[in-house]
């Protein structure tokens, strides 16, 4: 099965990790089209100017009826405006902190100072500038 991101139950939505081949699947949703690697599939059917959800954000609309499997695209998604609510830490909630004996490890090193560095990080950029607004 093909590597996909999704990070949120609202999403309609997935990004292909992996480029996917018409018929193979995504989770449950086999590609009805070519899917490059990065691009959206959508998980579901989104009915003609109906939202566009990725990492739980409106990203766009449909620009006419897309199928579970399609591939989501500029062709079929159009920018508009719409209301937004700018509210933001209602989902908050207390961490639960793991028990020293049970915490992860990492492979670092010890700087003179004491504390500890990595020589590799990983960073989530937006690939798109829909994303990025």
Known sequence: MARFIKLSGADNILLAVDPLKIG????DVAARARIPRGHKMALRDIGSDQPIVKYGQTIGFAREPIVAGDWVHEH???LRNFERDYVFGTNTRQTEIVAEAERATFMGYRRPSGKV??????AVQTSVNCSAS
């Open 76 to 78: 079929n998604v159009y």
């Open 117 to 122: 560095g990595t020589r590799n990080f990983i």
């Open 24 to 27: 193979e699947k995504a989770g």
